[in-house]
């Protein structure tokens, strides 16, 4: 009976030490082995099943993968004197565990140490240049200048010579010189946002604003010439439309009255007599109504008709 209880006691103190000494280390994870705090042999970067000193030793595990840094928004002064507020964003990974280990211990103190780099780097390069580099890439015209003064284009204050690209690339290439001695590798850089201080994005408001105005104003003015101008065409071409108009009426009216006349004088030649009837007859068709009372003489040719008649 004590030898069974002294077998399971050995069995579990088996199974102790042997979970103490047994990690897995996964895919994304790469391990630093530690005795008493310091660590010994090399990092294990492999995925899979490992052994340490149960007790003795302790692996303490960093990522292995792409890691984001989102700093702060700072206050720095351009070349050309602009006060805004810059905010950057970073991607950093461990490449050296044991180094990393050595000198900031974790992630904590990694971000704490790349805010220190990053940030300075970030002042140093904006400060060697104008606004307009921060803010733009390349010189591909704007349409507000392309459609009205051509200002940015012409001005060499708006020319961009270096622009946002290549600035993130120099301070890249700054912080990449020195987080390899913290074994950190940063590969990306880019300016997330950049604004005003609030001192002065009022008065850049109320400039905007101003300027708007004025292209609308502007707009307004193209605008209504271009109004004046369409209105004067239409109405020469309407002038046009009723002169030739008008003319071909007078044509058409003048054939149709020749017409008339000859055919009126064509029937006058072939019979008289019937065609002064005919004209008779019009004249008191147009002139006699049933509440009329003439008065004839005669010797009038209506009076002769009518007495014709009955």
């Known amino acids: 009976m004590k030898s069974m209880a002294f077998i399971g006691v050995l069995a579990i103190l088996a199974l102790i030490f042997?979970?103490?000494?047994?990690?897995?280390?996964?895919?994304?994870?790469?391990?630093?082995?530690?005795?008493?705090?310091?660590?010994?042999?090399?990092?294990?970067?492999?995925?899979?099943l490992h052994f340490k000193i149960p007790f003795i030793q302790k692996a303490n595990f960093f990522e292995k993968r792409w890691?984001?840094?989102?700093?702060?928004?700072?206050?720095?002064?351009?070349?050309?004197?602009?006060?805004?507020?810059?905010?950057?964003?970073?991607?950093?990974?461990?490449?050296?565990?044991?180094?990393?280990?050595e000198t900031v211990g974790n992630e904590m103190g990694a971000q704490s140490r790349l805010d220190d780099i990053l940030d300075g780097e970030t002042r140093i390069a904006i400060a060697k240049y104008n606004l307009i580099e921060v803010v733009r890439t390349t010189n591909r015209p704007m349409e507000m200048a392309a459609t009205y003064s051509g200002e940015l284009s012409d001005n060499s204050e708006?020319?961009?010579?270096v622009g946002r690209e290549k600035i993130?690339?120099?301070?890249?290439?700054?912080?990449?010189?020195?987080?390899?001695?913290?074994?950190?590798?940063?590969?990306?850089?880019?300016?997330?946002?950049?604004?005003?201080?609030?001192?002065?994005?009022?008065?850049?408001?109320?400039r905007m604003i101003s300027e708007?105005?004025?292209?609308?104003?502007?707009?307004?003015?193209?605008?209504?010439?271009?109004?004046?101008?369409?209105?004067?065409?239409?109405?020469?071409?309407?002038?046009?439309?009723?002169?030739e108009a008008y003319k071909k009426a007078q044509e058409i009216k003048g054939k149709a009255d020749?017409?008339?006349t000859r055919i009126y004088a064509q029937a006058y030649s072939k019979d008289p007599q019937f065609y002064k009837f005919l004209k008779t007859l019009e004249?008191?068709?147009?002139?006699?109504?049933?509440?009329?009372?003439?008065?004839?003489?005669?010797?009038?040719?209506?009076?002769?008709?009518?007495?014709?008649?009955?």
């Open 168 to 206: 993130t690339r120099q301070i890249l290439e700054k912080v990449s010189k020195i987080t390899p001695s913290y074994g950190i590798e940063v590969v990306d850089v880019r300016i997330k946002r950049v604004n005003y201080v609030e001192s002065v994005r009022q008065k850049v408001y109320q």
């Open 258 to 260: 020749a017409e008339a």
């Open 67 to 101: 890691l984001e840094w989102d700093g702060d928004a700072n206050q720095v002064t351009t070349k050309d004197k602009k006060y805004i507020w810059i905010d950057t964003y970073a991607r950093w990974r461990i490449k050296d565990p044991l180094k990393f280990f």
């Open 212 to 243: 708007r105005k004025r292209i609308a104003e502007q707009y307004r003015s193209e605008g209504m010439g271009k109004k004046a101008e369409i209105i004067g065409k239409t109405q020469r071409e309407l002038e046009k439309i009723r002169s």
């Open 283 to 310: 004249t008191l068709e147009k002139t006699v109504k049933t509440d009329n009372i003439l008065i004839l003489s005669t010797d009038s040719e209506v009076y002769r008709l009518m007495k014709t008649a009955n």
């Open 158 to 161: 708006f020319i961009v010579k």
């Open 18 to 48: 042997l979970s103490s000494s047994a990690y897995i280390v996964n895919e994304k994870e790469q391990v630093v082995i530690t005795q008493f705090g310091k660590p010994v042999g090399k990092p294990i970067t492999e995925a899979g």
